[in-house]
């Protein structure tokens, strides 16, 4: 038992560790960097999104690109078309984008697996074109332009930082939002579900319910985070949101470490930086580094950023109690796996 | 659960007094820095450089375009070996934006913020400058002679003062076109194939605008989207229009498809073929060049494969420095003879800017009146404070099925 009190203690000063290199950030770093940084922090609220629907409830979702740019373009149609503020077009997207994650919810009830994913596939490869062809509303190819907010004249920084700090609290409440509803009973249900359905279905878990909530809640974080996206930008276009872009999640849920709540963080950085410096490298060949990057990821680290804890954690177990071997051990990560 | 939530609360108010502490002591720093404008030197200009950037379609389907930044940066590299612009060595960054407007505000935020460009130099493509111009000109960077020939650079200088475009607009192509037919082909029928962009409207608005008043129709048009894959079901509806003139208002990837298609099908019309995919290199011989006779198009520059320029001093020193600047480009390929051109009218206006400042690059720019040796006699380059459109000349040429040959006359059209 103390081990477990050092691990979660370990486990906080990470944390606090991260939360003070957040907040330290923008004050170092150029605007322009801080613009990527606020990104990566709104594309974390998108993956940690995927990352419940995915990891925790086990359905696959290649759609969510769509989610992203349906938040996008809500809060962006919002703030030009019909003067809203830009703080209150955040909830109205992550509505909008829960309603339509619950429709997309639905077919779940009856699918699974790679059927599922065809059919959220499908979606991500109609957004775009439906952008396009919609230009009334979403200037088509043209694209939007969006005022970037200004920072109120009180709080004393420049408007890229109070973007960076605005998504970094949007993004904080989120991730600990999240952190509370896996705990509980949600999350035990949901990760019954992806375990063993009829299992779960027995136990008194209503399936239905689950799966559809899991959708609206995953793609309401995916279009609050679209909506935070654009806001450092100031410009979307059907361009914003390409295929590759549902993929880029999915990815970073892995590389961060599926089912897990921090791990997303880190994938949403991954995503950010790893195809810009892959460019920066060498323009020809940038999709090629970064999936090599990707791969080589993969093959030291399977287990995502985080499961390098729990990689250490596995270790440091397996030498403490040589004695009681596999067994312990095995109980030990079935323990950790739907934890934080 | 007591215990927790307290540490949780202490860690809450750690992290809040660390930011105010941090925040207090990065304001100064913050304010300074960034700000920009105001004082008496601007960033990305030094007694020894001046720095500009560009961003260009270096992947994706427009990655043909790439070649015009090789060309630009041969002319730099050229000037700078004689000792720069007063002193300053040019120096050109350039990124990648795959032809995607939303990359572009990326890589014009990158390079005005974070490389610190004295200004934006010849980034290409309608939608994607049209991203960004809001952005420059709330920044008062400059934006220049940006590679695209949308009307609306010079539409409204009051409102985007620091942007600019160079080439002949498209409203001025387009009413050089429909003088063409107005003489060659008074009753013409025309079918149009159009980009889906800011750049195809503007050519076909044009031309719809110039065809008021004749007795030339639009019987049938459609459009496609860059990122398609084909065109072979607009062309087929094209070719069942009836029409016995195609508008070929592509990019070049279009171009050649369109072209191909029409060598494959018994539609035989008189084909005209925007100046953005009149690349014989890049589109007529993958086509085939016998495909490719009797193409009418315009012209502004002089073609580097035209023997009537074999002799040309201009000619002779692009196609030398090219080389040698540029060991791997081909000097016959005409946008590199683009890039070189719009690099030196750049040069020109670096030549006349009074102080290192952009404003002064700006005034520099608005009071323009040069002649480019590479482009053809007779287009000159002209700008004042009033007018934004530095080229308004074009030539008709005709593909003989070896070359490009100019008819007629240089042919004024000013857009307004």
Same mark, same amino acid.
């Given at each position: 038992?103390?081990?477990?009190?050092?691990?979660?203690?370990?486990?906080?000063?990470?944390?606090?560790?991260?939360?003070? +290199?957040?907040? /330290?950030?923008? *004050?170092? #770093? !150029?605007?322009?960097?801080?613009?990527?940084?606020?990104?990566? &922090? $709104? @594309?974390?609220?998108?993956?940690?999104?995927?990352?419940?629907?995915?990891?925790?409830?086990?359905?696959?979702?290649?759609?969510?690109?769509?989610?992203?740019?349906?938040?996008?373009?809500?809060?962006?149609?919002?703030?030009?078309?019909?003067?809203?503020?830009?703080?209150?077009?955040?909830?109205?997207?992550?509505? +909008?984008?829960? /309603?339509?994650? *619950?429709? #997309? !919810?639905?077919?779940?009830?009856?699918?699974?697996?790679?059927? &599922? $994913? @065809?059919?959220?596939?499908?979606?991500?490869?109609?957004?775009?074109?439906?952008?396009?062809?919609?230009?009334?509303?979403?200037?088509?190819?043209?694209?939007?332009?969006?005022?970037?907010?200004?920072?109120?004249?009180?709080?004393?920084?420049?408007?890229?930082?109070?973007?960076?700090?605005?998504?970094?609290?949007?993004?904080?409440?989120?991730?600990?939002?999240?952190? !509370?509803l896996v705990r509980g009973r949600v999350g035990r249900a949901l990760i019954a579900i992806r375990e063993n359905e009829i299992?779960?279905?027995?136990?008194?878990?209503?399936?239905?319910?689950?799966?559809?909530?899991?959708?609206?809640?995953?793609?309401?974080?995916?279009?609050?985070?679209?909506?935070?996206?654009?806001?450092?930008?100031?410009?979307?276009?059907?361009?914003?949101?390409?295929?590759?872009?549902?993929?880029?999640?999915?990815?970073?849920?892995?590389?961060?470490?599926?089912?897990?709540?921090?791990?997303?963080?880190?994938?949403?950085?991954?995503?950010?930086?790893?195809?810009?410096?892959?460019?920066?490298?060498?323009?020809?060949?940038?999709?090629?580094?970064?999936?090599?990057?990707?791969?080589?990821?993969?093959?030291?680290?399977?287990?995502?950023?985080?499961?390098?804890?729990?990689?250490?954690?596995?270790?440091?177990?397996?030498?403490?109690?040589?004695?009681?071997?596999?067994?312990?051990?095995?109980?030990?990560?079935?323990?950790?796996?739907?934890?934080? | 659960?007591?215990?927790?939530?307290?540490?949780?609360?202490?860690?809450?108010?750690?992290?809040?007094?660390?930011?105010?502490?941090?925040?207090?002591?990065?304001?100064?720093?913050?304010?300074?820095?960034?700000?920009?404008?105001?004082?008496?030197?601007?960033?990305?200009?030094?007694?020894?450089?001046?720095?500009?950037?560009?961003?260009?379609?270096?992947?994706?389907?427009?990655?043909?375009?790439?070649?015009?930044?090789?060309?630009?940066?041969?002319?730099?590299?050229?000037?700078?070996?004689?000792?720069?612009?007063?002193?300053?060595?040019?120096?050109?960054?350039?990124?990648?934006?795959?032809?995607?407007?939303?990359?572009?505000?990326?890589?014009?935020?990158?390079?005005?913020?974070?490389?610190?460009?004295?200004?934006?130099?010849?980034?290409?493509?309608?939608?994607?400058?049209?991203?960004?111009?809001?952005?420059?000109?709330?920044?008062?960077?400059?934006?220049?002679?940006?590679?695209?020939?949308?009307?609306?650079?010079?539409?409204?200088?009051?409102?985007?003062?620091?942007?600019?475009?160079?080439?002949?607009?498209?409203?001025?192509?387009?009413?050089?076109?429909?003088?063409?037919?107005?003489?060659?082909?008074?009753?013409?029928?025309?079918?149009?194939?159009?980009?889906?962009?800011?750049?195809?409207?503007?050519?076909?608005?044009?031309?719809?605008?110039?065809?008021?008043?004749?007795?030339?129709?639009?019987?049938?048009?459609?459009?496609?989207?860059?990122?398609?894959?084909?065109?072979?079901?607009?062309?087929?509806?094209?070719?069942?229009?009836?029409?016995?003139?195609?508008?070929?208002?592509?990019?070049?990837?279009?171009?050649?498809?369109?072209?191909?298609?029409?060598?494959?099908?018994?539609?035989?019309?008189?084909?005209i073929l925007n100046n953005v995919g009149a690349s014989k290199t890049l589109v007529l011989t993958p086509v085939g060049l016998?495909?490719?006779?009797?193409?009418?198009?315009?012209?502004?520059?002089?073609?580097?494969?035209?023997?009537?320029?074999?002799?040309?001093?201009?000619?002779?020193?692009?196609?030398?420095?090219?080389?040698?600047?540029?060991?791997?480009?081909?000097?016959?390929?005409?946008?590199?003879?683009?890039?070189?051109?719009?690099?030196?009218?750049?040069?020109?206006?670096?030549?006349?800017?009074?102080?290192?400042?952009?404003?002064?690059?700006?005034?520099?720019?608005?009071?323009?009146?040069?002649?480019?040796?590479?482009?053809?006699?007779?287009?000159?380059?002209?700008?004042?404070?009033?007018?934004?459109?530095p080229i308004e000349a074009m030539q008709i040429m005709e593909f003989n099925g070896k070359n490009w040959e100019l008819q007629?006359?240089?042919?004024?059209?000013?857009?307004?």
């Open positions: 038992m103390s081990s477990s009190s050092r691990m979660k203690r370990f486990r906080l000063a990470g944390w606090a560790f991260v939360a003070v +290199v957040a907040i /330290v950030l923008p *004050f170092f #770093l !150029g605007t322009y960097r801080v613009g990527q940084f606020t990104q990566a &922090l $709104a @594309l974390a609220i998108a993956v940690l999104g995927l990352n419940l629907l995915v990891g925790y409830s086990g359905q696959i979702s290649l759609g969510h690109g769509a989610f992203f740019a349906l938040g996008a373009y809500v809060s962006a149609i919002l703030i030009v078309d019909a003067g809203v503020p830009y703080l209150l077009t955040l909830p109205i997207a992550l509505a +909008v984008c829960a /309603v339509a994650g *619950f429709l #997309l !919810g639905l077919p779940a009830l009856r699918l699974h697996g790679l059927y &599922l $994913a @065809l059919v959220t596939l499908g979606v991500a490869i109609a957004a775009p074109q439906i952008i396009k062809r919609a230009e009334g509303l979403t200037g088509g190819t043209q694209g939007l332009s969006v005022d970037r907010p200004a920072a109120p004249a009180w709080i004393g920084l420049a408007d890229d930082q109070y973007l960076y700090f605005l998504t970094l609290v949007v993004t904080a409440v989120m991730f600990l939002l999240a952190a !509370g299992a779960a279905k027995t136990m008194g878990v209503d399936l239905a319910r689950y799966k559809t909530g899991a959708f609206a809640v995953s793609a309401a974080y995916a279009g609050l985070g679209g909506a935070l996206f654009t806001l450092p930008i100031g410009f979307l276009a059907p361009e914003s949101f390409p295929l590759a872009l549902s993929f880029g999640f999915l990815a970073a849920i892995v590389v961060g470490g599926l089912a897990t709540i921090g791990g997303a963080l880190f994938g949403a950085l991954f995503i950010e930086f790893v195809p810009v410096y892959a460019a920066d490298v060498n323009t020809a060949l940038a999709g090629v580094i970064y999936g090599g990057v990707l791969i080589l990821f993969m093959y030291l680290l399977p287990g995502g950023v985080m499961g390098i804890r729990r990689q250490i954690a596995a270790r440091r177990a397996a030498s403490q109690e040589q004695d009681a071997p596999a067994e312990k051990q095995r109980t030990e990560q079935v323990k950790t796996a739907g934890q934080v | 659960m007591m215990v927790r939530h307290r540490r949780f609360a202490g860690w809450a108010v750690a992290l809040l007094a660390l930011a105010l502490l941090v925040g207090a002591c990065g304001r100064e720093e913050g304010s300074g820095g960034g700000g920009g404008g105001g004082g008496g030197s601007d960033p990305g200009i030094t007694d020894t450089e001046v720095k500009l950037g560009g961003s260009y379609p270096f992947s994706g389907p427009a990655s043909a375009y790439r070649l015009i930044a090789d060309g630009a940066k041969a002319q730099f590299e050229f000037v700078n070996a004689k000792g720069g612009v007063g002193g300053r060595k040019i120096k050109f960054e350039t990124l990648d934006d795959a032809y995607e407007p939303p990359k572009a505000v990326q890589n014009a935020r990158r390079l005005i913020e974070q490389e610190q460009v004295f200004a934006l130099f010849n980034t290409l493509g309608t939608p994607n400058n049209l991203a960004i111009w809001d952005y420059t000109n709330q920044r008062k960077v400059p934006q220049l002679f940006v590679a695209t020939g949308a009307s609306a650079w010079g539409a409204d200088i009051q409102a985007h003062p620091w942007t600019i475009g160079w080439q002949p607009n498209y409203v001025t192509e387009a009413k050089v076109y429909a003088d063409f037919l107005e003489k060659e082909k008074p009753n013409a029928k025309v079918a149009a194939l159009y980009q889906n962009d800011g750049f195809g409207k503007d050519l076909l608005g044009g031309f719809e605008a110039a065809l008021k008043g004749t007795d030339i129709q639009l019987v049938a048009k459609e459009s496609y989207e860059v990122t398609d894959p084909t065109i072979t079901t607009q062309m087929r509806t094209l070719a069942g229009s009836g029409a016995d003139t195609f508008i070929n208002i592509t990019t070049p990837k279009f171009s050649a498809q369109a072209i191909a298609a029409i060598a494959k099908s018994d539609w035989k019309p008189l084909h016998e495909n490719a006779k009797g193409i009418i198009s315009t012209q502004y520059y002089k073609d580097p494969e035209d023997p009537q320029w074999a002799d040309d001093a201009a000619m002779t020193e692009y196609k030398e420095n090219l080389k040698k600047y540029a060991p791997r480009a081909d000097p016959n390929e005409p946008f590199h003879t683009f890039g070189w051109a719009v690099a030196s009218t750049m040069v020109k206006a670096l030549e006349g800017m009074k102080e290192p400042t952009r404003q002064s690059l700006m005034d520099s720019i608005r009071n323009l009146d040069t002649e480019i040796p590479l482009l053809l006699p007779g287009v000159k380059v002209q700008t004042s404070p009033e007018d934004g459109y007629g006359d240089v042919v004024e059209a000013p857009a307004q």
